[in-house]
């Protein structure tokens, strides 16, 4: 297979611009407010539809529940006394502040719901005569559920009360059953409070007999110390001076350790410098040289060396006796510095030995000191340890006292207390009236209730009909879920009067002013400038599937480039649904009539005829077509064959465009053509081509390495909210700014 793809060069500043929109388009995957806008304005007829539905739906619900389940609220009012507004201890007790005041409240509403209370509440004959209890068929459980939902008790924040409300459908038992929890719920408070008074009496009178015994106790073991160690004055600030010889021989001690320390560095730097000491040093030498033996040797050598010379001078160098004479002070020379090491060695051991000694007798001495140290520290501690001990037995015997006399007073208070009408802090204000409008249903709440789920409704059904539809419809889901350029797109024919009854294979030549035919026009300079001229001489056009509108693409872009004076040659290779003859009927045939099959593509690549004998003429100026054939039995083996690439080639050399009017990517005929093509054009139909199939034939491409030129979508309609309908009037504005028989005439 020969594979004539040529790669688009990256010094195209447009190609660039048109892949980068693509890559980008796919990275924002997310819709972005005004992709969101936008939705909601194709679909406002719906939405509008919802909220009117909404509306009547409540409107109509509320009047039912007000026919057939009315709902009563009675309330009534339980005063809170402030926690510290009967203090009988203290003359005036000043109030709790806010806050405090209403975190009371808010607890004493929380009981009220308690579900023991609730339990009593049903337990009352005159709850359990009502029609609201006998409705629940003496069933406690749901009777309560009731009343955990209709029964309200509020705490409000900015007076001293609590709001006892109930919600039923008649509004004598709702009065009923707001009174007996009133009652109810204030005798159980008289109750709880006298209870606790006298519990928390009994404990504080239980805390008062501890806290004697723990006095009694602690004194006990402050004395227990004083007599064990002998020692009186263990308090912090009394007079420890007899102890203080323990802390000053601590300190000696120390000192005399830091000093120990610093002779035992000093000694180690004077070893370690002893035995890094060479022999030839300058104090070793000089010790050597006041040795005896050495200076005679060194006299010696003095009067051998005279002698030496003065013969040398007499008898020559080379006499026996001046070589005899050499000989002998070369001998005492090597005497004397052998004498002269040996002395440094002797001194060098000597003064390393003395001065190991030296460390070895302070690190004893040091070693012994440790131990006097240590022995002192232990005193130390201990002495330490029973003042801390002794000041912490004095510190819990203080606060044993001052608690003791805290609790004394609190026992005092609370016999007051005990004594004191106002313990239960709530007292009723009186008796909760019978309701004389109903609470439930509100026409106030219903009607916006209705209207707001209806317009929630409507905005959740439009973006679900725009997530369930796949189909690429816009250029910007063509950018967002295709990774290829998008070189062009061309309006659907009912956007524009001229081309609603017109031929779409031939509405270039036939209609050159219409938006249809400047959208192909479009698409031709978008190709042009994507990429060099070589690179897309042979142009391969093919879908996803069939009806897409491939052969109409391929024949209006013809007609644009042989608008431009280029020579075209178009080749229908679709040897399944051939329709090339259609558009360019062969001379002397009615339009729509079947082709010639003995001059067509299928039998030229079978070498039955040649490649002149298969073209013929369009009709239209600079334009010829080769049509399809008969549908051999091996169309892919062919159109990847051998004679394919010769008639390529011939087309290359004659014609400034070839355009290959191929199948769909159903059949494998497309990839044989797709890889004998300079570049392929993929088409997509926003009513027919969804998202998975064009990303899968892109892939399908991809993977076997085909030039993909790019893609241009036919078939866009006007969205609200779209760009797409403000370029349209934009362009009708133009041209109808010049008049189209003006431009006609001067064409």
């Not at 519990?199 to 073991?221: F, H, P």
């Not at 002269?340 to 190991?356: E, F, P």
């Not at 005829?609 to 892919?636: M, Q």
């Not at 005929?669 to 926003?686: C, E, I, P, R, Y």
Request: net charge neutral; proline share 3%.
């Amino acid at each position: 297979m020969i594979n004539n793809k040529q790669p688009v060069p990256s010094g195209s500043n447009a190609a660039r611009q048109i892949s980068h929109a693509g890559f980008a388009g796919q990275a924002a995957i997310g819709m972005t407010p005004k992709e969101m806008l936008d939705v909601l304005r194709r679909h406002i007829l719906l939405i509008c539809i919802s909220i009117f539905l909404g509306a009547s739906i409540g409107t109509a619900l509320w009047a039912v529940l007000l026919r057939v389940a009315p709902k009563y609220t009675a309330k009534t009012y339980i005063e809170v006394l402030s926690p510290g507004q009967f203090d009988p201890s203290v003359i005036g007790t000043p109030l709790a502040n806010k806050d405090v005041a209403y975190e009371f409240r808010y607890s004493k509403a929380d009981l009220i719901k308690q579900q023991s209370m609730l339990q009593e509440l049903i337990r009352r004959d005159a709850v359990r005569d009502t029609k609201w209890f006998k409705k629940f068929g003496n069933d406690v459980l749901e009777a309560i559920d009731d009343l955990d939902k209709n029964l309200s008790a509020m705490a409000d924040r900015n007076s001293s009360y609590i709001i006892i409300s109930m919600t039923c459908g008649d509004s004598k038992e709702a009065a009923l059953i707001v009174n007996q929890m009133v009652d109810l719920f204030v005798k159980s408070q008289q109750s709880t409070a006298e209870t606790d008074v006298s519990a928390k009496l009994g404990d504080l009178t239980q805390q008062e007999n501890d806290l004697r015994g723990k006095l009694q106790s602690l004194n006990s073991s402050l004395a227990d110390i004083r007599r064990s160690t002998g020692i009186t004055q263990l308090e912090q600030g009394a007079d420890t001076s007899f102890r203080h010889t323990v802390t000053q021989k601590l300190g000696s001690l120390e000192i005399e350790k830091l000093k120990f320390e610093a002779d035992i560095e000093e000694l180690r730097t004077s070893v370690k410098n002893y035995e890094d000491r060479k022999l030839t040093d300058e104090i070793v030498q000089r010790n050597t040289e006041n040795d005896q033996v050495v200076m005679g040797l060194i006299q010696r050598i003095t009067s051998l060396e005279s002698e030496l010379a003065r013969k040398m001078t007499t008898l020559g160098e080379n006499h026996r006796e001046v070589l005899q004479l050499r000989e002998l002070l070369r001998q005492t020379k090597a005497e004397k510095d052998a004498r002269s090491s040996a002395k440094a060695q002797q001194l060098h051991d000597s003064d390393v030995t003395t001065a190991k000694d030296q460390y070895a007798v302070i690190t004893n001495r040091l070693a012994k000191l440790e131990e006097l140290r240590a022995q002192t520290e232990n005193e130390q501690r201990e002495l330490d340890n029973t003042r801390a001990a002794y000041d912490q037995l004095v510190s819990d015997r203080e606060e044993a006292k001052s608690k003791l006399f805290a609790t004394q007073e609190q026992i005092s208070k609370y016999n007051l207390i005990k004594q004191d009408t106002g313990t239960a802090k709530v007292k009723p204000v009186g008796f909760a009236p019978e309701p004389l409008k109903v609470s439930s249903p509100l026409l106030i709440i219903y009607a916006p209730a209705g209207t707001l789920l209806g317009f929630l409704f409507g905005i959740g059904l439009a973006f679900l009909i725009e997530f369930l539809n796949e189909l690429l419809r816009t250029p910007k889901d063509v950018m967002k879920y295709v990774n290829i350029p998008l070189l062009g797109m061309v309006t659907h024919k009912d956007i524009d009067p001229n081309t609603e009854e017109a031929d779409m294979w031939t509405v270039v030549r036939l209609l050159p002013f219409s938006m249809m035919s400047e959208c192909y026009r479009q698409f031709r300079t978008n190709l042009k400038v994507s990429a060099n001229a070589e690179s897309q001489r042979v142009i391969f056009v093919t879908s996803g599937n069939a009806e897409e509108g491939r052969t109409t693409v391929a024949a209006n872009i013809a007609a644009t480039f042989t608008a431009e004076g280029g020579r075209v040659l178009l080749i229908d290779a679709n040897f399944r649904r051939p329709c090339l003859y259609k558009i360019f009927p062969i001379v002397g045939e009615h339009n729509g009539s079947t082709p010639k099959t003995e001059n067509g593509l299928s039998n030229y690549l079978v070498g039955r005829c040649n490649i002149e004998e298969i073209i013929r003429p369009t009709g239209v100026a600079d334009a010829d077509v080769i049509d399809s054939g008969a549908l051999p039995k091996n169309p892919a083996e062919l159109l990847g064959g051998r004679r394919m690439h010769e008639l390529i080639e011939f087309a290359r050399q004659h014609y400034d465009r070839v355009i290959i009017d191929g199948p769909p990517m159903l059949v494998s005929d497309a990839k044989m053509l797709a890889s004998q093509a300079d570049g392929t054009v993929l088409v997509f139909n926003t009513a027919i081509t969804k998202r998975g199939t064009a990303q899968r034939i892109v892939r399908e491409l991809k993977e076997v390495n085909i030039n993909v030129l790019g893609a241009i979508l036919i078939g866009v309609r006007v969205l609200k909210g779209g760009y797409f309908g403000e370029m349209l009037e934009s362009y009708r504005d133009y041209r109808n700014a010049h008049g189209e028989k003006q431009l006609a005439e001067q064409i």
